[in-house]
């Protein structure tokens, strides 16, 4: 939204206009920003930030900007005030960008813009937040209009002579305009319901579809009490899940920005306040533990190792090549045997196998996917992955073995003994073979033809052809367990 003032249409000489640049002139908050890059690089400095906080506001900024430099030209802008700044500088008038964002933060993107005659931000020693930023302002300054979007700027816009908001509440905007003129409004849509169920990713939760998975095995579809777990059990997961994707993308904020659809996610675009997605994450965290308390013991405890997996990942291991598909491999397969866990059943041995080689090959598909695109566009090293573009026959390669063994796994899985004595029919199970070989050999030619831009497995689940073949297994599987021949004899 942008509104104008017929202050913005007189011929007087225009005053001074001081920008603020975090929730402002920024869609993101550069200080939170930051920190986040400084914990992603060393988790150690969890311990100094704290230490660094007590000896004041600004030393903790200096401190963190003197290890980070944010690259600028990715940084979300508040587009509506950006194009007014513009025809603002084009009729002469003197901008000044102002924040309590440290100076070389500050000094970044003002570089990046040109559009400002100065720039001016925290020094170490002095926060230029509310009544310091104004004592500076008055510095240079004794007329001027002050943009900015926060309660903390009120002592400012008493002084102004007009002023800019941002994404005010209704009653802070009013508070403003008993002091001062409004010159424009220049609000970006910010923190709507719709974004944060984007942020939770409610369509990924599908993968956890795979904790049904132990209990349609165990044919235990008739038992009210193991399906009310399982559904629990489906619930931790996706709470967890969203806990952990919200912190994920908390951390890849700069490569999500550079991703041709990761860079419309809420956090990246700047439509969620970061300070969310910091209390989200762990309220996420802390409902899906209280929930499984009520399952059973080894169900919580594979439920940590889950996310302590994918908080190893997160920091560490999603940079280190194939590490990261193996992990993301066995993320899959902790599902299942959570699963298993929730209703007190031991998953077997062929199943696990069958799904570290089915998910190894899907986790595959993700990164080829990602390196056909960095190929095509010219690019060279994936963004914060250990992957180069000449690594994509390679990885095909791996990807096409592994789903290849996952059908032999099924394969020998019906020709058990045990498997003879679970169904009734067990030959039944062998028309399940040539629907899994045309499943996952579809998956990669798809993939090879550049047409699966989401995650795999999600395509996998949402797909139309898979579900009919899927579909069609879980018929197989159910017929295997009638006595035909004694049916027929």
Not at 138 to 150: I, K, L, P, R, T
Request: charged share 15%; hydrophobic share 50%.
């Amino acid at each position: 939204m942008s509104s104008a003032s017929p202050l913005t249409e007189t011929s007087s000489p225009l005053p001074p206009l001081y920008v603020d640049l975090d929730g402002t002139l920024l869609r993101s908050d550069l200080l939170i920003e930051s920190a986040l890059e400084l914990l992603k690089r060393n988790i150690l400095y969890l311990f100094l930030l704290p230490l660094w906080l007590l000896a004041g506001k600004a030393v903790l900024k200096r401190q963190i900007a003197q290890r980070i430099k944010l690259r600028a030209e990715l940084l979300p802008y508040n587009a509506s005030l950006l194009t007014y700044l513009q025809q603002q500088k084009a009729r002469g008038r003197k901008l000044v960008l102002i924040s309590a964002s440290d100076q070389a933060l500050v000094d970044d993107v003002a570089e990046h813009l040109g559009l400002f005659e100065q720039a001016i931000g925290s020094n170490g020693q002095v926060n230029y937040s509310g009544r310091r930023k104004l004592a500076r302002i008055q510095q240079e300054d004794s007329v001027f209009v002050y943009a900015g979007d926060n309660k903390v700027d009120l002592p400012i816009w008493e002084q102004a002579s007009a002023a800019i908001t941002v994404n005010l509440s209704a009653s802070l905007q009013q508070r403003v305009l008993t002091h001062t003129a409004l010159e424009q409004q220049c609000d970006y849509p910010a923190g709507s319901l719709r974004n944060y169920l984007r942020a939770l990713r409610l369509h990924q939760w599908l993968k956890n579809t795979l904790v049904f998975l132990p209990l349609a095995l165990a044919h235990q579809l008739d038992n009210p009490q193991l399906i009310i777990n399982a559904l629990l059990a489906f619930l931790c997961f996706g709470l967890c899940a969203s806990s952990v994707y919200i912190l994920n993308d908390l951390l890849d904020l700069p490569s999500d920005r550079q991703h041709r659809s990761k860079c419309q996610r809420p956090f990246a675009a700047g439509d969620i306040p970061l300070a969310s997605g910091l209390v989200l994450s762990p309220l996420l965290l802390l409902s899906a533990f209280g929930i499984a308390t009520v399952l059973p013991r080894a169900f919580v405890v594979i439920l940590a190792l889950y996310y302590l997996c994918t908080g190893l990942y997160s920091f560490v291991l999603k940079k280190i090549m194939l590490v990261d598909v193996i992990l993301l491999a066995a993320l899959y397969t902790l599902r299942i045997i959570s699963g298993a866990a929730a209703i007190s059943v031991v998953p077997s041995f062929w199943l696990l196998a069958f799904s570290m080689f089915l998910f190894f090959s899907l986790a595959v598909v993700k990164r080829y996917t990602e390196l056909d695109y960095l190929r095509s566009a010219g690019g060279h090293q994936s963004e914060g992955r250990g992957y180069f573009a000449q690594d994509l026959s390679i990885m095909a390669m791996f990807g096409s073995a592994s789903a290849f063994l996952s059908v032999m796994v099924f394969a020998l899985y019906i020709n058990n003994d045990e498997t003879r004595e679970q169904y009734l029919t067990p030959e039944i199970l062998w028309l399940i073979c040539p629907l899994l070989l045309y499943m996952v050999t579809r998956i990669w030619l798809l993939a090879a033809r550049g047409q699966i831009e989401e995650d795999p497995i999600v395509f996998a689940l949402k797909d139309r052809v898979s579900q009919v073949v899927t579909l069609v297994c879980g018929l197989l599987l159910w017929l295997a367990n009638i006595h035909w021949r004694a049916l027929l004899l």
